[in-house]
C-alpha cells in the first residue's frame, strides 16, 4: 500500500475533517475524558469552526490533510509555538488526527513527517507538542518519532476532571527523519 497524498486544506475539507477530529476524539479520550463531554461533540460546530478560521491569519498556521484514494482520512495543524502571548522561534503541533477506522495505516506518521518537514524548512530549531498525560499511544506515536516528553506539565480539566497534558519536544536542526516504523 502506498502512502497518503499529503495536501493543504481546502475549505471543502472542513466538513470531512470535523468528522475525523470528532472521531479522534471519542476513540482516542474514551476513558481518559468525562464521556458526557465526548458524547456532546458535535460535527456541525466544529466544521462551522473550520470553515470560519479558514484562510484568516498571516499563514503562519498550517493545515494538512492527508487522502487515500480521493478521501480525506487524515488532518494535521501546526504553527508557532504558543507560549501564552509570547512567540518564540520553536514550532507547535496543535493537532493530529486519523480517521478511527484508518488507524495503523502510516497516515499519521506521514502527516507528522510533512509538518515536521515543513517546520525543519521554515527554520524553526524544535517542534513542541501537547499530549495528554495518560495518552499511552499517543505517547507511543511520539516517542517513536522522535521526540521525547521535556518536563512541561499543565493542568488542564474537562467538566471537573483533571487530564493533565505534557510537552513533547523534538529538535528540527540536522536531525534525521526519526519515524520509526
Excluded at 92 to 111: F, N, S
Aim: contains cysteine; negative net charge.
Amino acid at each position: 500500500m502506498t502512502g497518503p497524498h499529503i495536501r493543504e486544506l481546502a475549505l471543502a475539507d472542513c466538513d470531512r475533517v470535523a468528522e475525523i477530529r470528532v472521531g479522534g476524539w471519542r476513540t482516542a479520550y474514551r476513558g481518559l475524558m468525562p464521556q458526557p463531554y465526548l458524547d456532546a461533540l458535535s460535527v456541525p460546530e466544529d466544521a462551522a469552526r473550520h470553515r470560519a478560521r479558514f484562510g484568516q491569519g498571516d499563514g503562519s498556521v498550517v493545515n494538512l490533510v492527508a487522502e487515500r484514494d480521493g478521501e480525506v482520512v487524515g488532518w494535521a495543524c501546526h504553527g508557532p509555538y504558543r507560549d501564552g502571548e509570547v512567540r518564540t522561534a520553536d514550532a507547535e503541533l496543535y493537532a493530529i488526527y486519523v480517521a478511527p477506522e484508518r488507524y495503523g495505516e502510516g497516515i499519521g506518521q506521514a502527516l507528522l513527517k510533512e509538518s515536521i518537514r515543513r517546520c525543519r524548512a521554515a527554520g524553526h530549531p524544535r517542534m513542541l507538542l501537547w499530549v495528554l498525560r495518560d495518552n499511552a499511544p499517543a505517547r507511543r506515536f511520539y516517542e517513536r518519532a522522535g521526540f521525547a516528553a521535556d518536563g512541561a506539565e499543565e493542568p488542564f480539566e474537562v467538566e471537573g476532571v483533571e487530564v493533565p497534558e505534557v510537552r513533547y519536544a523534538r529538535e528540527l536542526r540536522d536531525a534525521g527523519e526519526g519515524i520509526q516504523h
